[in-house]
T-cell receptor, first 111, second 113 residues
Framework: QKEVEQDPGPLSVPEGAIVSLNCTYSNSAFQYFMWYRQYSRKGPELLMY????GNKEDGRFTAQVDKSSKYISLFIRDSQPSDSATYLCAMNPGNTGKLIFGQGTTLQVKP | NAGVMQNPRHLVRRRGQEARLRCSPM?????VYWYRQLPEEGLKFMVYLQKENIIDESGMPKERFSAEFPKEGPSILRIQQVVRGDSAAYFC???????????FGPGTRLTVL
């Protein structure tokens, strides 16, 4: 069993839709949670960084962490074609520099 | 404030040659991490360094791979005697402290012929 599970998709939605991306994890030691966006042949771009259960909002993006269920989500409101990319969740127990990544979910937003 | 810099962006090597990948962290960041992304796979941790020290190399292959982060200059990931299986995108990230958010560079795409 992988430490972090993420459905690779692809996920296709119409422009303006609300997108929900999810990851589950098995290691209860994970304390820090990140979401990255990666365009084709580019480096990952940090979108959200959270370290506690609950919600964190930044513009059209909301990150949600449920440590009791070992489940994290990223919501994208009013999705745009420019949001089409691969979204990676990543986790860290805090006492190490190592990030453990999910496989990534490929999102396509159709005009 | 410039982001994480990596060079070269593309590197082609023949089997048996050496590959040197360079990474300059963001200004003020003293923690550097290297990750590898194979085609159709997620990012895999390789090594974590601070200035002049290797903190965690648990993701590094035991042979042919080495990394350093000298007191002056960029961090270097070195792959000796490359094989076709080394073809991948290699990303460097940096952070101001351990356990905080990591910012990634654009990557070096290594192709081994």
């Amino acid at each position: 069993q992988k430490e972090v599970e993420q459905d690779p998709g692809p996920l296709s939605v119409p422009e303006g839709a609300i997108v929900s991306l999810n990851c589950t994890y098995s290691n209860s030691a994970f304390q820090y949670f990140m979401w990255y966006r990666q365009y084709s042949r580019k480096g990952p771009e940090l979108l959200m960084y959270t370290y506690s259960s609950g919600n964190k909002e930044d513009g059209r993006f909301t990150a949600q962490v449920d440590k009791s269920s070992k489940y994290i989500s990223l919501f994208i409101r009013d999705s745009q074609p420019s949001d089409s990319a691969t979204y990676l969740c990543a986790m860290n127990p805090g006492n190490t520099g190592k990030l453990i990544f999910g496989q990534g979910t490929t999102l396509q937003v159709k005009p | 404030n410039a982001g994480v810099m990596q060079n070269p962006r593309h590197l082609v090597r023949r089997r048996g040659q050496e590959a040197r990948l360079r990474c300059s962290p963001m200004k003020g960041h003293s923690h550097v991490y290297w990750y590898r992304q194979l085609p159709e796979e997620g990012l895999k941790f390789m090594v974590y360094l601070q200035k002049e020290n290797i903190i965690d190399e648990s993701g590094m292959p035991k042979e042919r791979f080495s990394a350093e982060f000298p007191k002056e200059g960029p961090s270097i990931l070195r792959i000796q005697q490359v094989v076709r299986g080394d073809s991948a995108a290699y990303f460097c990230a940096s952070s101001p402290q351990q356990g905080t958010e990591q910012f990634f560079g654009p990557g070096t795409r290594l192709t081994v012929l």
